[in-house]
Each structure stands twice: as C-alpha cells, then as structure tokens.
C-alpha cells in the first residue's frame, strides 16, 4: 500500500488556511478513505474563514448559514422546549424536495432540558435523552419538529440503515435502579423520520446493552457494525450484528440476531499499532457470551483463551464502497492504553476479512492546538471528508480531501466559558442534504442546529 505522510504546524495551517489554532498531523493512506464516493477531487478548502458579525458560526466567503433549532425554543409540535445537548445527525430525502432531519440528544439525568414524554414514543419516563425530527422545505424552512424518540439515555450517535429509519444509540450501561432510571438502558432504537409512531420506543435487545456510539450497515449483506466508546479498562470492543432478517425493513431487527464482536489475532489494543498501511489478515468474528449483559459488562466477558481487541473510544462508524471505516478519537497509555495517538481510522472489509489502519492523528501535533480527536465523520459533496473534532480549543469542522489536505470549514463562537478561562461548544452530527447542496451540523451545547449553503460544487 502506498503511503503519504502530512503533518502542519501551526504556521502552514494558518498561511493556508486562514483558520487560526488549526493543527492537523496525520498519516495515511487518504484514497481509501473515500471509497464509493462518485464525486469530483475535493479541493483544499474554500478559503479563509471569515468572522461571523453574529458571534455564532465563522465559515469561508461565500457560505452562508441559517439556524434551524436552538434548546430551549418552543417545539412546533407543542410538545415542549427543544432539548439540550444536540448530538449525531442523519438526513433522509422527503418528497417534493423536502428533507428530514433526525437529532440526537445526549441527556443524562443532569441534563438542562430533556426531551419532552410523548405517548407511544417514550421507553423509560425518567430517561431524559431521545431525538427530535425536523421537517425541511427545499429552502431549509423548518416546516415541522417534533419528538420521535423519548425516554432514553445519552443518545450519543448512530447511523443510517439502507430501509430509510435512523438507529439511535445509547452510550450508557446505566441499569434499572440506576440515577432514577425504571427500565435497563444501553441499547440502539430504531426512529422512523417521517412518522415515528411507526417505530415507536422499542428497544433492539439483540443488537446488545452496552456503551454504544455509532453504526454503519452494509448495504449488501445487511450486517450491521457497531462501535463501542468506552475511555476506562478495559476498553470498547468493535461489534458486528448479523440480523435474522437482513434488509428487511422497518421493524426487522426487532426479529433478532447474533452479536460478534472483533478479534485480531496478536493484536490486544489497536492503540498499540502505529504504522498507517499495517494491515492484518483472517479477523475472527467471536459470538458476545452475554449481550444483554446482565452480571458482566460486554468488555469485561470471558472470550476464551485468546482473549479479544479493545480500543479505547470508539466513535464515528460509516459505509464507503465495500468497506466499514470506525474511528478511535484518542489513546491515552496513562489512561492504560498500549500506546498513545490522537486519533485513528480503520477500514475493514468484509469479503477479505481484512483491518487496515488508514489515518493517523498525530502525535506530532502540537496537543495545545485543536485537530485532533476526531469525532462524527461524513463524506462530502466534494468527494472528500468532513471531521466533527471533539478536543480542547476552538472547534472546527475540518474538511479533508482525497489528496490528504486539511482545511478548515466551520468554527464555533459560542463561548460556553469564560473570559479568562474559554470553552467553546463541541461539534456533532455533520451530514449532508440528499441533494449534497446543504451541510447540516450541531453545536452541542448551547444546542444549535446549522444548516450550511454555498458553492459547495465549486
């Protein structure tokens, strides 16, 4: 495999890109990370971001945004206050070019404003995450929003499935008794955008009861990977389900199914692999003892004699061409990882049974500059990436094209902080319009949901 290594300091991103406190380093292989993806070489960037006079969001000349949804507004539906903690993000196509949008909100039971108990889609009413569904015009006009999930817990991310829902997941393993809770929480739910009343609040036991952040479905054999983000020992666990009734629509996984979860033989921490281009052969598959995990947290189950591969923070997960890419955000070796980066990209493909590392984050980035930790990631209209980063400093939803250049495409201005002591709101659930004209993306907190116009063609 051919290899490009990148880094930047300080310096370079800022002369090229305008976008003050970027800092990427990286090494990879970047064409893999675009695999399926038909459109045009993304280019480096769209030029300098420009202050934003409103103090909310800076992009390059020529883009524009309109706010969509903030917490603590009223819902149109009447049923209460816009939640708290706006997280991962899926758009689907409606008819008469209408789009809807699917929101997560990661509430814990500390959370500012939960997600308001509805009849028919609350699971738990102690929980207080769940997600929210706007309606969109083809000019981004809210047309409607309204609860589609509630009663959850930490609704951190999730994914798309081929059939058109949403799966929401819960990055929790709180159990009943726990934090107020009158029902077991750790599980993924399946959210119908147009009229959630379809899909209801049930909860996909099969799929397993544990930390879970993100899913990507394989379009053609309908198994379904799941990512794991826990940051203490023992780590996360890569999963893949295999459902009773693989593309079977709305409703099918509730049919049932085995868990697996990934080992690779050798290789106890994938933190420990620092090569980008290390690839390995034969990835076994090993069945998950206990997936409800009733006596023994998931990560902490017996696999046998060869144990199997944990990772710390397992986040973004997504389907490019013929293979699944999952992202570890940061390893930590004082946390008890076996080695330390700011953040790695693996690809897996299913047919060869293959794992390959294909990004790197650092670590010789400068660690007091943002652009590491990588968090949700999409691809572009542009045919290159857009990165949610999730670390300290101002944040930036950076941009990455094919040939490996970083650019920065958003920052935040929400000061969350103080004057002497700063903090800016995170990013989360950047995706893009069917059409690819439209980058919808959150602040987390305040919670803000953006939608993004331009010459996103250019």
Request: include cysteine; hydrophobic fraction near 35%.
């Amino acid at each position: 495999m051919s290899e490009t290594r990148l880094s930047a300091t300080r310096r370079q991103v800022l002369a090229r890109t305008g976008a003050l406190g970027v800092g990427i380093a990286f090494a990879g292989s970047l064409s893999e990370l675009f695999a399926g993806s038909a459109a045009a070489q993304g280019r480096a960037g769209y030029g300098p971001l420009v202050p934003d006079p409103a103090g909310l969001l800076d992009l390059p000349k020529g883009f524009r945004y309109q706010v969509l949804s903030r917490e603590g507004d009223p819902l149109r539906s009447g049923e209460g206050q816009v939640p708290s903690n706006h997280d991962g993000m899926a758009a689907f196509a409606g008819r008469a070019g209408r789009v809807h949008l699917v929101r997560n909100h990661e509430n814990r039971v500390t959370g500012k404003i939960g997600v308001p108990t509805v009849e028919g889609l609350t699971y738990d009413p102690m929980g207080k995450g769940g997600c929210t569904a706007l309606t969109l015009d083809r000019h981004n006009r809210v047309l409607s929003e309204r609860v589609a999930i509630a009663g959850t817990a930490v609704n951190c991310a999730g994914g798309h499935t081929p059939w058109g829902t949403w799966l929401t997941c819960e990055e929790t393993e709180d159990r009943a008794g726990t934090n107020g809770y009158t029902k077991d929480h750790g599980f993924i739910f399946e959210v119908d955008p147009v009229d959630p009343h379809r899909s209801g609040a049930v909860p996909l036991t099969a799929m397993g009861r544990f930390q879970h952040e993100a899913i990507a479905v394989d379009p053609r054999r309908g198994v379904v990977y799941e990512t794991e983000d826990a940051f203490d020992k023992p780590f996360g666990l890569f999963y893949r389900f295999l459902p009773e009734k693989p593309h079977g629509g709305l409703g099918s996984l509730r049919a049932g199914g085995r868990l697996q979860a990934m080992r690779v033989p050798g290789v106890s921490d994938l933190s420990a692999v620092q090569e980008t281009g290390a690839s390995f052969k034969g990835i076994e598959w090993v069945d998950v003892p206990d997936p409800l995990a009733v006596q023994t947290p998931i990560r902490n189950q017996d696999f046998g004699p060869k144990g199997i591969t944990h990772a710390q923070k397992l986040e973004g997960c997504y389907w490019g061409g013929s293979c699944v890419y999952f992202v570890s955000s940061y390893a930590r070796s004082r946390e008890g990882s076996a080695a330390d980066h700011f953040g790695q990209i693996w690809r897996y493909d299913p047919a060869a049974r293959r794992l390959t590392l294909v990004i790197v984050f650092g670590p010789d980035t400068d660690v007091q500059l943002p652009g590491e930790e990588p968090d949700n990631i999409c691809l572009a209209p542009s045919g290159g990436l857009m990165v949610c980063e999730d670390g300290e400093g101002a944040q930036h939803v950076f941009g990455v094209t094919r040939k490996g250049e970083v650019y920065a495409m958003a920052r935040g201005r929400q000061n969350i902080g103080t004057p002497d002591d700063p903090s800016w709101g995170e990013f989360a659930g950047v995706t893009f319009a069917p059409d690819g004209d439209t980058m919808y993306v959150n602040c987390y907190t305040p919670g803000t949901t953006f939608a993004v116009t331009g010459p996103w063609h250019k």
